[in-house]
């Protein structure tokens, strides 16, 4: 039978298992055994799984956004061109056209402006070609950075942790204006969560501006100085 909080536990499983190999594998394993325990507690609530997903969240965060950035630097048009050898003449001139119109190999999969600018039977061939490329293109990625650039990819990791505990000081505040208006304190403290939440990607990712922006609305309609 399932679990009465099972979609927030499934959400919990798609952070666990969204991370980059990079990530430490005793860590992955520790993560998962504590989903599995969570599977068997017919008594966890949803808010103990909820925080799991803000903690191990904010763990992974740093790995994820350090994958990307090495990604776009090496990655990117390593897959854009094989995507393009596998493509007809039609398929890859309206391709081009709409890499150079500022689009990029992640819009591919659902992306508005993919949906909006090509040709439904040019979107079919693009989109099995990113299918075909993506996985050896990641293995590569991933292959080099363990091979090559584990280095680069640490430095990466650790800018991106310098980024999250300035987004989680914002939050703090934003967290702690929950105590000067009783009526704001509820939405706020939402605010707060979903902030926190995006760092297991359930939620979109925070960024510090984003909070800065959140902080600054409430401070105004407060009237706080």
Request: hydrophobic share 40%.
């Amino acid at each position: 039978m399932p679990h009465k909080f099972q979609y927030t536990l499934d959400l919990l499983r798609s952070v666990i298992h969204q991370m980059p190999a990079a990530f430490p594998q005793d860590r992955h394993a520790e993560m998962d055994a504590k989903l599995n325990e969570l599977e068997a507690n017919t008594s966890a609530t949803q808010e103990e799984i909820e925080a799991t997903i803000i903690t191990f969240g904010k763990e992974i965060w740093p790995y994820m956004e350090a994958y990307e950035q090495f990604y776009r630097g090496y990655g990117e048009a390593r897959e854009r061109e094989a995507m393009r050898a596998k493509l007809s003449e039609p398929a890859r001139a309206a391709f081009d056209k709409f890499v150079n119109d500022g689009g990029k190999v992640e819009d591919v999969r659902g992306g508005a402006k993919f949906e909006e600018l090509l040709a439904p039977d040019i979107r079919a061939e693009v989109v099995r070609a990113e299918l075909d490329s993506h996985d050896a293109v990641h293995e590569e990625i991933e292959k080099i950075i363990a091979d090559q650039s584990a280095g680069e990819f640490a430095g990466y990791v650790e800018e991106h942790r310098k980024k999250l505990a300035a987004i989680e000081q914002k939050i703090g505040e934003l967290r702690a204006l929950s105590t000067r208006m009783e009526k704001w304190a509820p939405e706020i403290l939402d605010k707060a969560k979903t902030f926190e939440l995006g760092f297991g990607y359930v939620e979109r990712a925070p960024t510090l501006e984003d909070v800065t922006r959140e902080f600054q609305y409430y401070v105004d309609i407060m009237g706080l100085v």
